[in-house]
């Protein structure tokens, strides 16, 4: 779903959906192959990719060990916070597609 709103919104902006889809899929995947690796788990907090912490919001139990890291659904943000940025990012790439939109239809 993040994958598809941010193509869909930068498709919106760009003109074109092929050439959304590199930096849409970037914007979601690269923050999680770099947090993964611990090279910036700080990405996962301010990139759209910050939408997977509602998986958090699934209950975890004592008697399981869980790694902290994405990989075993740990995420930086609190589970409310994570559709809060996807959110955040959804406005902003609407607010510059409009944009966009009016200098055009003003030429």
Known sequence: MLVTVSLGLLAALVGRAVVAAVPAVALVVL?????????A???LAITP??????TQSVPTFAHVDVVLSPLGGYYPLPPWAGPTVTC????????????????????
Do not use: S
């Open 31 to 39: 923050p999680c192959l770099l947090a993964v690796a611990g090279l």
């Open 49 to 54: 990719a910050a939408g997977f912490a509602i």
């Open 41 to 43: 788990p700080w990405l």
């Open 88 to 107: 955040a990012y959804a406005a902003l790439a609407l607010g510059a597609a409009v944009i966009a939109h009016r200098r055009k239809a003003m030429r």
